[in-house]
């Protein structure tokens, strides 16, 4: 029997109702308070944190320390595609530094251009939409679209002649050189660490199986498959990569076993070798394989040519047109209310909804808004003390390192540390009061509430994830 029209337009109100609900719901806040396990993140913030002071330290020595924050802003491109084989990162970091450098370009020419608030919330909405459509496609996994839409919004700040364009985008352009340098640094000494991180996963998931779940089958079958990608990208053909094909190819046996009758003899095996391989030391425990040479492995499609082929994925399209829709709404009423920074609220509901589901979408909005009204405290108060810029500097990339200790563990615990230094870093090219804080929360407190109203309202009528709990 057909249902109507009328029923249909009922499911789906009822379906976005349910959704809001859910962001009252114990469960919601469970998920923002949660810790969870995280691949190595030290050795990644470490990284993340020395590209952070070289551009700042370098534009502060060189006279420039009025941009050395869009120097900082290009440099973080190294926090992307954390576990990302070498090869393949040189390319994808390049792009992101690329799109970086761009939005930076095109942020400071609306600012010269003297061009109303209203114009230039609606040229950075679409800007936001073309920054997650190619973000997606091309699997540029990392901080988000929202580095773009920050270094625009700053830059249409800063600028006010062409002179302000060209050296905000110079300085854009150097910091994104320095992070790409940074990042790809490890593949001199730790070249396998990509494929080890994924071996690591593929037998976390295998460990995991302790039924015949068809969904952990699937998990384990797909990390298993990603560590076989990941090594066959690397720049490596020796014994320590026959070793990991071992490995992934265990895991394959166990996983494809049916009943699992080799599971309980392998599971002690898969937990000592996986925490073997998330060491970042090169020399491990784990047994040799005589293997003479690595078997031919295939190599997968290049990263261009699948991502052209996403940009016409129709759900990628749905969702950049709800990262568009947002911006423009937060941002449009928050220049109604008259708060001095709109264009933050945009970044708060983009940066919502980044989540892979509606469920992920509330908990990062409620961590958002946690996170930033506390880390607009610790900006004001470092404001107030008016260190200077070398003592500001020190606060800064601290608060990026430990950002990055804490972007994969909890994002409200990483979003007080990013909100912080991102005020800290505005504050070097223009001068901010300690009245900031209150500006900030008022922006992101309507950023997250219309990126969560735009993700109910246009909820999938298959994502249930909120239901489940």
């Known amino acids: 029997m057909l249902r109507s029209s009328s029923d249909t337009r009922d499911s789906r109100v009822q379906h976005s109702v349910r959704a809001l609900a859910h962001s009252v719901s114990p469960s919601a806040w469970h998920d923002v308070v949660e810790m969870r396990r995280a691949d190595p993140t030290v050795a990644i913030a470490i990284r993340v944190g020395l590209a952070t002071l070289i551009a700042l330290v370098g534009g502060g020595l060189l006279g420039y320390s009025e941009v050395a924050g869009f120097a900082a802003l290009g440099s973080l491109c190294c926090a992307f595609l954390r576990h990302e084989p ?14 970086v450098v761009a939005y930076t370009f095109a942020g400071a020419v609306l600012g010269a251009l003297g061009l109303s608030i209203w114009l230039q919330i609606a040229v950075l909405s679409v800007a936001a939409g073309l920054a997650y459509l190619f973000l997606s496609a091309f699997r540029m996994t990392g901080p988000g679209p929202v580095i773009l839409i920050f270094a625009a919004a700053g830059a249409a700040g800063f600028a006010h002649t062409g002179s302000d364009v060209r050296i905000a985008t110079a300085a854009a352009a150097m910091g994104a050189l320095v992070g790409w340098i940074v990042a790809l640094l490890p593949a001199l000494w730790n070249p396998h660490g990509p ?3 994924a071996v690591a996963r593929a037998l976390a998931a295998t460990a995991a199986l302790e039924t015949e779940g068809e969904a952990a089958v699937s998990a384990a079958r797909a990390a298993a498959a990603r560590a ?4 066959a990208l690397g720049s490596r053909r020796d014994s320590h990569t026959a070793e990991l094909l071992a490995l992934v190819g265990a895991a394959e046996a166990v996983i494809d076993s049916g009943p699992h009758d080799t599971f309980a003899g392998r599971r002690a095996d898969f937990v000592r070798f996986e925490a073997e391989l998330r060491k970042t030391r090169p020399t491990i425990d784990i ?16 990263f261009v040519r699948e991502g052209a082929l996403l940009l016409r994925d129709r759900a990628l399209f749905i969702g950049a047109c709800r990262v568009l829709a947002a911006s423009a709404l937060a941002g449009g009423f928050a220049a109604v209310v008259g708060l001095e920074h709109p264009l933050w609220a945009t970044m708060g509901a983009m940066a919502a909804l980044q989540g892979v589901n509606y469920r992920h979408t509330v908990a990062r909005a409620i961590q958002r808004l946690l996170g930033n009204v506390v880390g607009a405290l610790i900006a004001a108060a470092v404001l107030v003390l008016d260190l200077g810029y ?3 500097v020190a606060v800064i990339v601290l608060l990026q390192t430990i950002t990055e200790l804490f972007v994969t563990r909890n994002y409200a615990v990483a979003s007080i540390f990013v909100t912080a230094m991102a005020l800290l870093l505005t504050g070097i090219g223009e001068p901010l009061g300690a009245d900031i804080a ?15 109203v735009v993700a109910a309202v ?3 009528r298959d994502d249930r994830h909120h239901l489940t709990s």
Not at 287 to 302: F, K, Q, T, W
């Open 390 to 392: 070398w003592p500001v």
């Open 195 to 197: 494929a080890r991180v």
């Open 86 to 99: 070498y090869p393949r990162m040189a390319g994808k970091l390049a792009c992101i530094g690329a799109c």
């Open 287 to 302: 047994p040799r394989e005589n293997i003479s040479a690595v078997p031919d492995l295939e190599r997968p499609r290049g």
């Open 438 to 452: 209150l500006s900030r929360v008022g922006d992101t407190l309507i950023g997250v509430v219309v990126g969560v």
């Open 458 to 460: 246009t909820i999938h």
């Open 228 to 231: 076989r990608e990941v090594i």
